[in-house]
């Protein structure tokens, strides 16, 4: 399974942007997903997922700004960024965690996508 993700880029403060992230594969099933940061000298952060019961978690520091999403039955997952702050700069990264069926049996597989830069400044 591969996580490519796209739509980074640079906006200025204030301004709305979204990253998607598209898993492929031959056989898998998802059951969490999420999306991390890390800024320029710092450590990388949690910043939303969603759990395998549905159950969406958001950084404090996101909250009320962010949406993370996955349309029911696809393999692409959204990070919908509005309200944005320099703060918010950053590699983004993708992450999806499920099962492989390809091999002929269900095996546990994490990946990680490649990332995407997002600028806020003006």
């Known amino acids: 399974v591969q996580l490519q993700a796209s739509g980074g880029g640079w906006v200025q403060p204030g301004e709305s942007l979204g990253i998607s992230c598209q898993a492929s594969?031959?056989?898998?099933?998802?059951?969490?997903v999420g999306w991390y940061r890390q800024a320029p000298g710092k450590q990388r952060e949690a910043v939303a997922d969603?759990?395998?019961?549905?159950?969406?978690n958001y950084a404090d520091s996101v909250k009320g700004r962010f949406t993370i999403f996955r349309p029911n039955g696809k393999n692409t997952m959204y990070l919908q960024m509005n309200n944005l702050k320099p703060e918010d700069t950053a590699v983004y990264y993708c992450?999806?965690?499920?099962?492989?069926?390809?091999?002929?049996?269900?095996?546990?597989?994490?990946?990680w996508g490649q990332g995407t830069l997002v600028t806020v400044s003006s």
């Open positions: 992450t999806t965690a499920g099962l492989d069926y390809s091999g002929g049996h269900s095996e546990y597989f994490e990946v």
């Open positions: 594969g031959r056989e898998f099933s998802i059951n969490t």
């Open positions: 969603i759990t395998a019961g549905g159950t969406i």
